[in-house]
């Protein structure tokens, strides 16, 4: 097994770590913040690398927060970023629906199971959609719903598509409607499906478990757009126009950040401790993903 590298925190090892790449992708829940507790060091290295000519670029799998939305959430934090700075599984999804799917009309809407980020980038790229935060489906199923989904009249004959997301308004009669759309032969599509969501220095239930009642009754994956997807790296490469052995992801959890960073060819991944995946997970004999190199937390960059 390739040992990762452990870097202590000395300036000389740092030094020599960042000197092997332009590019750096953040995630960042676990990684910069924890929900809206910025982590000590952040701003720092981020100016820190900055000021060394490095390319920022913040990958996120969080689809309720637009790029926009999340420039908003960096303002408030005191860190710098532009709004094309951020590349989220929403966009993600946006773009591929509006440049790749090319839904044909009528049939071109998206159902939506999530927040208000991915109606904005769906927005931005012009593709129209239903459900999402529509007041309509924030409230309990009722006896006449059931036949009204059954029968197709509660439904919107030119959904072609339904894009799962974090909902946290989730409830059954959101998840009928999805339910109802494929079994109608909508295609099934992801933001991304990752099971928890860090926040708070805790855990809580993520996208991918938000939308498991509705893969449970279809019996199918969604097609994902965020992390490890390769769709998504695709799209940042084309984008940043970056060069990926001298690019490094930087991430907390092996299976999405780590390794899409692995699986796209990039010329290092570096884990940090401070978010879902503990160390013990790539330590061990037989680790499915290994990072290129760990640190304990994001301020140790700082040497
Ligand atoms: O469930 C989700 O959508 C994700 O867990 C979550 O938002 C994490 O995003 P990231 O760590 O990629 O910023």
């Not at 974090?166 to 999805?178: E, Q, R």
Request: glycine content about 10%; overall charge negative.
């Amino acid at each position: 097994m390739l040992e990762p590298r452990y870097l202590t925190g000395k300036k000389a090892e740092i030094d020599q770590f960042i000197d092997q790449f332009d590019t750096f992708l953040f995630d960042c829940d676990g990684v910069l913040w924890s929900g809206d507790h910025l982590f000590p060091g952040t701003a720092e290295v981020l100016d820190k690398l900055r000021s060394q000519g490095k390319r920022l670029v913040f990958v996120t799998n969080n689809s309720t927060k637009s790029r926009a939305d999340y420039k908003k959430k960096f303002d408030k934090l005191g860190i710098p970023c532009k709004e094309e700075e951020v590349f989220g599984s929403s966009y993600s999804a946006a773009i591929y629906i509006s440049r790749i799917l090319r839904l044909a009309p009528p049939k071109n809407k998206v159902f939506v199971l999530g927040e208000s980020g991915i109606e904005h980038e769906l927005a931005s790229e012009g593709v129209p959609f239903v459900g999402g935060t529509s007041p309509s489906l924030r409230r309990d199923i009722e006896p006449e719903d059931f036949g009204s989904i059954a029968d197709g009249s509660a439904l919107d004959p030119d959904v072609g598509a339904v894009l799962l997301g974090l909902d946290f308004h989730v409830n059954y009669l959101k998840l009928s409607h999805a339910f109802a759309y494929l079994q109608r032969g909508a295609r099934f599509l992801a933001t991304n499906v990752d099971s928890t969501l860090p926040a708070a220095h805790s855990l809580f239930p993520g996208a991918g478990s938000v939308g498991a009642p509705v893969v449970k009754a279809y019996g199918a994956e969604p097609v994902a757009f965020g992390k490890p997807s390769q769709a998504m790296m695709d799209a940042i490469e084309g984008k940043f126009q970056l060069d990926r052995k001298r690019t490094c992801m930087v991430g907390d959890r092996l299976n999405t950040d780590i390794q899409f960073g692995i699986e796209g060819g990039l010329g290092g991944t570096l884990m940090v401790l401070t978010g879902v995946s503990k160390k013990d997970e790539f330590l061990s004999e037989g680790s499915p993903v290994v990072p290129s190199a760990w640190v304990d937390k994001l301020g140790d960059l700082l040497g």
